[in-house]
């Protein structure tokens, strides 16, 4: 399968990285380790006359997790290889591990992982295949063939990372052309968007590093993710949960999700209650319960929708045990 | 520049400047104009592991990788393995434990545990599992390349790769 | 003077050592012959190699799943810089099929499409630029045909016949009746009856080397193709019948072949549209199809629903089966016709059953076409009886092991439809299995959430009915040749696959002779000199290309003993081969050295040559389909499967597997195994999470990443028990071990979720979204616990 023809650019540093974005609005993508953005072209998922390579511009390979900081060109296998990762934020660690398989996370990166295309049955195919069918509107469509209508996409934020990140409060350091910027990893996926548009990046804006509060570190963190098999499957769910507790009392809890919906979420309204409360099998399982009451998956991905909101309950639950059990 | 430039890198070990076009794949890169057909195509989608080399020592998918980005890498395929025509200890384990049958997959598992190998010469089944979880094979039910991957670690480390 | 080796005629060769004892190859475990270049990546398969001036071919698809072509419009494909040719359709017309009585593919659509994906036109360009750009200037006028994505439908009256040649005014492509002793009696009068009703989705080979062709047509009038194929003289035919091509003028060559299960046993589209593409250019063309392209050529596991009843007396004794199953062709025959026999007949072993009962119904849909897989026609009935066996075991109160042992088929005797069994194994599969399994310690006394499972397997050793040849060929022959650096080439047709044929053929021969494995070369398949072979199907090939090629070995041996026997003075009937010497037995110093004796052997006559054939014994009933199933030989099997089940997600962690398997002798236990293993794997992959996932006529997984093969991982702890006696008329005793393996893994897995839930699953893949909906229901109905413990498991 070979690629269409499109213009290579490889800039040294993030303004020639921008100024090449400014000058192809619309016509380009930024290319990170590949592993989704080139299947994605392979399949002529909206490809573009104009690739932009990060992998020449030195502070995006940034990696101190010492400090909580990682460029956006850490890859997958530098995270899940670190000894200091996995001491203090295991779940950023397990959430790397069970990203595809060892071949993509060699290549795979942190910035590509956050921002990697949502997903969905009638997307990822063929040409021939969406042709056959209709395109829809994440790609030449102007419908959707998962909830017919024509207005929204429902396709999946399939990211393992984004929820492990969420738990433990990162932010992410932006540049575009309008300069620099600092948001909540929270901020970065927009609840009000869809399965196209579903970040609030501006036009060419890039992902520099993410950094990780050190309150983290104090905590326990964790990452299930449900997939039919061990390796290579996108999440059909992801949990990352977060515990810290003083004495017998919660100080912080924080739960994310991510396969289930067109972005990655927390549920800060669920979780903040339980601070200062002494957890009990009855409020993991009450809280469980209400998560999954909240999640709305549909029927784009293998497993069948309502399959995944049960599990959503089961896995909250089997996180929090884990942690509570743990600290 | 949609247009072909100039490429160094090094391919088990030979230096080569070729010029090539931004949307070639690595895969192409070696089977197609380096004549290197060891390593196999399965998917081009990367969910099979049979194009696997090693870049830079690390075993990476080459059809999902650009060419142009190996730019000053270090490309071992699996004509790379062992040195003077003699097999390195995770070949001849391959042979001896029946690990290869139709053999289509072998080269991409045999990269894949040679890196294991040499970052973690006695890994235990899980780590092994885990490690070539990437690659598929339909033949061997794994059961065989398994046992061979435990048993050149009792034999010896494989040659030193790059 | 080439031999024919045709069942117990055969008296065992007077030089051969006693049995069991003294061979110095068979049953040792040893590397495949080409494994140094498998390792190496030396290996070439067909998509390595490389003619000059080499065009690319590429596909059009369709995009309709059932369709009348109204037009297509190449003019502006055809006027593209850089393409050399542009084929539709009716450039080659002619029908062709694998079986002869039912040709209904053609290389390239010709009056209308019956599934998505099939292909519409051929190009061939300088390159994979170009072909695209060439297939997306095609035009395709389609008019929409009612599509039928389900055999239900297909199988009553249609408005619109997939295939003209469908029965009456339906889309069935066969149907089979077959009665034999009286069933509906024996249901009558039977003490215990179970009914099981199975439903499984289509499955892929899942091989991990897509199909690849090259073609070339010479000036001097000759075409040859190279082909990932397990069938090279099948395609020969088919070519030679499309392109009107005479035989001897058409050449197929086999590179090696990245597995093929089944997958490649068919003559494809692909490959005869290539080689017209090849025709029409005068110019080598390469045609590799992409993923997607063979989860459409497909032709793997039918979608099968059947429903399976089963009648015993008061002692647990079967006295009746009974069996209806539905299978989903595709649009497309393929083996079908055979597949829908199987379906059937293959429930016949290992079980004695007086009454048996069949209705088949193969049925046209627009789905991608189905065909042979691993295990063919055999797996999905098997599934649904064993389960069957299970369910009466417990409605009688009996041990599963015990019930099946009770009603096992002896050795040396005949089936109700009139199949031959000779060895049999089955009773020393099942004992092994159940003592290796530890089975009366842990059969409905694991915590509930684990259970274990027992299930039996029997499968062909290789079909009786060749294919194609009536008068009857021989349906294996293998030629040696031995020149004067004594190295010994061994021709042969059959396709090694991966499955280590040549490595079988090396050994074989060199055990006869003495000699080293290393001094023969197999040359393996080029049809310019390889004998005819019928391929790699059916699990043919150990026990046909085996005895053929021990014929042709002894057929040199008895040669090389005149010439050896000549220079020692001795007779030659007392000389032993041994260690790359001919001498006397008992004294290694009167003889001479092999070569010696090949040169004195070659005087005056120059080469030594030599040619064995394998030819089936006649044997099945007369009756309509009474060959279906018929084998020279029959492996068995008994697969003990543990699992454990997570409660709450559903998912089944299978654990362990105790696999006892009759091949007769194993000839090379290390491959035997390699078999096992590998066909656990790919069992355990339909059982869990494999489907071709239709949606309508629609493919929505045709990908490595949404297609699930299992992952290393998911891989249980297998225990292979290779248990089997000889076999009297296999090579060296051995059978099958090739596809049989497959076939008790899902059925002994699904005893053992019904162990551990008490819920017996009959819908396959067991998703874990399937399993967790069953508990869900177990928990609600109160009936999510252990099924009781028969007494006798314990008392065994
Ligand atoms: C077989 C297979 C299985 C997979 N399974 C999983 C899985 O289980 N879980 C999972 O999370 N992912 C999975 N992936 C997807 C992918 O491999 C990972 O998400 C990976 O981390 C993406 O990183 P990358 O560097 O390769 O991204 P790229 O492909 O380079 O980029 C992905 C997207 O992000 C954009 N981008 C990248 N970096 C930046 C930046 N710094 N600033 C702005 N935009 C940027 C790109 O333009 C592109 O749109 C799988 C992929 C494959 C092929
Ligand atoms: S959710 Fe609808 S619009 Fe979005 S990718 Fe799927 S089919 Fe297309
Ligand atoms: S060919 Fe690269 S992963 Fe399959
Ligand atoms: S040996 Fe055939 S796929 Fe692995």
């Known amino acids: 399968m070979h690629l269409e023809p499109f213009e290579l650019h490889q800039p040294a540093t993030l303004d020639e990285a921008l100024q090449v974005a400014a000058s192809h609005p619309g016509d380009f993508d930024y290319l990170a380790g590949g592993t989704d953005l080139l299947p994605n072209y392979k399949m002529r998922l909206n490809p573009r006359g104009h690739v932009i390579a990060l992998g020449g511009i030195p502070e995006l390979h940034a990696f101190a997790p010492e400090a909580g900081t990682f460029g956006s060109l850490v890859t997958l296998r530098q995270i899940e290889r670190d000894p200091v990762i996995a001491r203090d934020y295991p779940g950023l660690s397990e959430a790397a591990r069970q990203v595809a398989t060892p071949l993509v996370r060699a290549s795979g990166s942190l ?35 998962v909830v017919p209508q024509k207005e929204r996409c429902y396709a999946t934020f399939s990211g393992d990372l984004a929820p492990s990140l969420l738990v433990l409060g990162a932010e992410v350091d932006l540049v575009s052309f309008q300069g620099p910027r600092t948001l909540a990893l929270d901020d970065l996926y927009d609840p009000r968007g869809d399965g196209i548009r579903r970040t609030r990046l501006l036009p060419g804006e890039l992902v520099v590093r993410v950094r990780v509060p050190p309150e983290g570190r104090k905590s326990r963190s964790t990452y299930r993710k449900l997939r039919v098999r061990p390796a290579f499957d996108f999440p059909e769910l992801g949990v990352a949960a977060l515990l810290s507790l003083e004495g017998q009392r919660v100080r912080s809890l924080r739960l994310a999700v991510g396969g289930l919906e067109t972005y990655p979420r927390s549920f800060p309204t669920l979780t903040g209650p339980l601070e200062g409360t002494t957890l009990t099998d009855e409020s993991i399982a009450e809280l469980a319960r209400r998560v999954q009451g909240m999640v709305r998956p549909v029927h784009n991905t293998f497993l069948a929708p309502d399959y995944r909101k049960r599990m959503t309950e089961v896995f909250v639950r089997r996180a929090l045990a884990d942690l509570r059990g743990a600290s | 520049m949609t247009a072909s430039a100039p490429l160094h890198l090094k391919v088990n070990g030979v230096p080569l400047e070729r010029s090539v076009p931004p949307n070639r794949i690595l895969l192409d890169l070696l089977r197609e104009d380096l004549n290197l057909t060891g390593t196999k195509r399965g998917c081009d989608l990367g969910t099979c592991g049979c194009c696997t080399v090693l870049l830079d020592g690390v075993p990476t998918l080459s059809c999902l990788t650009l060419a142009r980005l190996a730019e000053g890498a270090e490309v071992t395929t699996i004509e790379g393995l062992g040195e003077h025509g003699e097999l390195t200890a995770l070949q001849r384990a391959f042979v001896e434990h ?65 | 003077m080439a031999k024919s080796a045709s069942g117990p005629a055969v008296p065992p060769h007077p030089l051969a050592p006693a049995s069991g004892k003294g061979y110095r190859l068979i049953g040792r475990r040893l590397p495949l012959v080409d494994a140094a270049l498998k390792v190496t990546g030396r290996a070439e398969y067909t998509d390595d190699l490389k003619r000059p001036g080499l065009l690319v071919g590429r596909l059009l698809k369709s995009t309709q799943a059932h369709a009348r072509i109204a037009g297509v419009d190449v003019s502006a494909a055809r006027a593209l810089p850089g393409v050399a040719a542009v084929l539709t359709g009716r450039r080659f017309p002619t029908p062709f099929g694998v079986l002869p009585m039912t040709h209904d593919e053609t290389a390239l659509a010709v009056e209308k499409v019956r599934h998505y994906g099939e292909w519409v036109a051929a190009v061939a360009a300088v390159d994979e630029e170009t072909c695209e750009k060439a297939l997306r200037r095609i035009e395709v006028r389609y008019e929409p045909l009612p599509v039928y994505d389900d055999p239900g439908v297909s199988e009553r009256p249609v408005t619109e016949k997939i295939h003209a040649r469908a029965l009456r005014d339906t889309n069935i492509q066969k149907e089979v009746f077959q009665h034999f002793g009286d069933v509906p009696r024996a249901f009558q009068e039977a003490f215990a009856e179970v009914k099981v009703q199975g439903r499984f989705a289509g499955v892929n080979h899942g091989f991990t080397e897509p199909h690849c062709v090259l073609a070339e047509a010479s000036p001097d009038g000759r075409l040859t193709v190279w082909s990932a194929t397990q069938v090279p003289h099948y395609l020969l035919r088919a070519l030679s019948e499309v392109l009107g091509l005479p035989l001897h003028r058409i050449r197929v060559i086999k590179p090696e072949v990245g597995g093929g299960f089944g997958g490649k046993s068919d003559p494809f589209p692909h490959e005869i549209a290539c080689a017209a593409l090849a025709v029409e250019t005068g110019r080598p063309v390469k045609l590799l199809l992409d993923r997607e392209d063979v989860f459409y050529v497909n032709h793997g596991r039918h979608p099968t629903r059947n429903l399976v009843r089963l009648a015993a007396d008061e002692k647990g004794t079967f006295t009746a089966l009974d069996v209806e199953a539905l299978l989903d062709g595709g649009a497309f025959s393929s083996f079908g016709v055979v597949t829908t026999y199987y379906n059937g007949v293959l429930a016949l072993g290992p079980y004695r059953l007086p009454s048996f009962r069949y209705h088949g119904v193969r049925a046209y849909t627009n789905h991608p076409p189905s065909g042979a897989m691993r295990a063919h026609g055999g797996t999905n009935i098997r599934y649904s009886l064993e389960m069957a066996v299970d369910a009466l075991a417990e409605r009688l109160g009996r041990d599963p092991v015990a019930l099946r042992l009770q009603n096992l088929l002896p050795a040396d005797t005949q089936t109700v439809n009139e199949f031959r069994i000779t060895s049999n194994g089955a009773e020393a599969c099942l004992l092994a299995a159940r003592d290796r399994s530890r089975w009366r310690e842990r059969f409905r006394q694991l915590p509930y959430g684990e259970g274990i499972g027992v299930a039996c ?32 080439t061994i021709h042969s047709g059959a396709a090694d696959i991966g499955q280590g044929s040549k490595t079988l053929l090396a050994q074989v021969v060199a055990e006869v002779l003495g000699i080293r494995m290393d001094r023969t070369r197999v040359a393996a398949v080029d049809s310019d000199t390889a004998p005819v072979d019928l391929g790699s199907y059916s699990s043919r090939v150990t026990f046909m290309m085996g005895n053929a090629a021990k014929r042709a070995a002894e057929e040199l041996r008895e040669a090389l003993a005149q010439a050896a026997g000549d220079i020692l003075g001795e007779p030659p009937a007392g000389l032993v081969f041994e260690d790359e010497r001919i001498h006397r037995d008992g004294s290694p110093e009167v003889g001479v050295d092999f070569l010696a004796a090949v040169h004195r052997a070659m005087e005056h006559r120059g080469a030594l040559v030599a040619s064995g054939s394998y030819e089936s014994p006649p044997m099945g009933g007369t009756f309509k389909g009474a060959k279906a199933g018929t084998a020279p030989a029959y492996s068995f099997s008994a697969y003990v499967s543990q699992v454990k089940v997570d409660l709450e997600t559903g998912f089944v962690d299978v654990k362990k597997v105790w696999a006892a398997f009759d091949c007769g002798r194993p000839l090379n236990p290390l491959a035997v195994e390699g078999q096992i293993e590998g066909s656990i794997h790919m069992g355990l992959g339909q059982l869990l999470s494999e489907s071709m996932d239709y949606r309508g006529a629609r493919l929505m997984n045709p990908s490595l990443l949404d297609y699930k093969i299992l992952a290393p991982q998911q891989m249980p702890e297998v225990e292979c028990l290779l248990v089997g006696g000889e076999d009297p008329e296999g090579p060296f005793g051995a059978k099958e071990a090739g596809e049989g393996p497959l076939i008790p893994v899902l059925p002994s897995v699904g005893a053992a979720v019904h162990d551990a839930l008490g819920i017996r699953f009959l819908d396959l893949p067991l998703t874990p979204d399937k399993v967790f909906r069953a508990l869900e229901r177990a928990r609600r109905e109160g009936t999510a616990r252990k099924p009781p413990l028969p007494g006798e498991t314990r008392e065994g």
Not at chain 1, 137 to 143: I, T, V, Y
Not at chain 2, 111 to 129: K, V, W, Y
Request: proline share 7%; glycine share 10%; net charge neutral.
């Open chain 1, 111 to 145: 910035g590509g992982n956050l921002l990697v295309e949502t997903r969905c049955f009638f997307f990822n195919q063929s040409a021939s295949w969406r042709e056959a069918l209709g395109y829809c509107l994440k790609a030449e469509g102007d419908r959707c063939h």
């Open chain 2, 98 to 162: 029946g690990a290869t049958q139709c053999g289509f997959c072998t080269p991409g598992f045999l990269l894949a545990a040679t890196a294991l190998l040499r970052d973690h010469p006695t890994p235990s089944r899980q780590e092994i599992q885990e490690a070539l979880s990437g690659n598929l094979c339909r033949c061997t039910g794994y059961v065989k390349i398994l046992e061979a991957v435990e048993a050149a670690c009792r034999t010896g480390l494989p040659a030193p790769s790059p």
């Open chain 3, 457 to 488: 397997g029997f499968y062909i050793s290789g079909s009786n009915s060749p294919i194609h040849f009536t008068p009857r060929f021989p349906q294996s022959t293998v030629h040696l040749k031995v020149d004067v650096d004594g190295g010994v």
